[in-house]
């Protein structure tokens, strides 16, 4: 927006800098973007708000999505095939549904187990 051409960083809140950073990252009209923890500093609602965007713009560009995130809720409902990694090695690989459904590892258990407590919805 015009209006905010000569804003710095702090005088913007978090969600217009995920918008912000969404925005530069299309300007090259990538087929993939890698997101590394890019809801995590967001409250629930801004939450909301950029994941919906990215769902958005995933349907209509085609974009493929690299989501990095300990949050199981947003993988769950983000992604269509997760990788979990301890210690920097893969772990586990498989669809969401049988990821969520029968998680094989230790860690990918606890992940789930540890979410079971707070439920994200769209």
Same mark, same amino acid.
């Given at each position: 927006m015009p209006e905010h051409a000569d804003f710095y960083p702090h005088m913007i809140s978090e969600g217009m800098k995920q918008r912000v950073a969404v925005a530069r /990252? =299309?300007?090259?009209d990538p087929k993939i973007i890698i997101a590394d923890e890019a809801l995590t500093a967001l409250d629930l609602s801004?939450?909301? +708000?950029?994941?919906? *965007? *990215? =769902? %958005? =713009?995933? +349907?209509?560009?085609?974009?493929?999505?690299?989501?990095?995130s300990h949050n199981m809720n947003i993988i769950r409902h983000f992604s269509d095939k997760i990788m979990v990694l301890h210690q920097g090695k893969m772990v $586990? %690989? /498989? !669809? !969401? $549904?049988?990821?969520?459904? /029968?998680?094989q590892? $230790?860690? !990918? +258990?606890? *992940?789930?187990?540890?979410?079971t407590m707070f439920s994200y919805k769209r």
């Amino acid at each position: 927006m015009p209006e905010h051409a000569d804003f710095y960083p702090h005088m913007i809140s978090e969600g217009m800098k995920q918008r912000v950073a969404v925005a530069r /990252a =299309l300007m090259l009209d990538p087929k993939i973007i890698i997101a590394d923890e890019a809801l995590t500093a967001l409250d629930l609602s801004v939450r909301s +708000q950029i994941l919906n *965007l *990215l =769902l %958005k =713009l995933q +349907q209509e560009m085609g974009l493929s999505y690299i989501f990095v995130s300990h949050n199981m809720n947003i993988i769950r409902h983000f992604s269509d095939k997760i990788m979990v990694l301890h210690q920097g090695k893969m772990v $586990e %690989k /498989a !669809t !969401t $549904e049988k990821l969520f459904n /029968a998680p094989q590892h $230790e860690y !990918t +258990q606890r *992940l789930i187990q540890e979410q079971t407590m707070f439920s994200y919805k769209r």
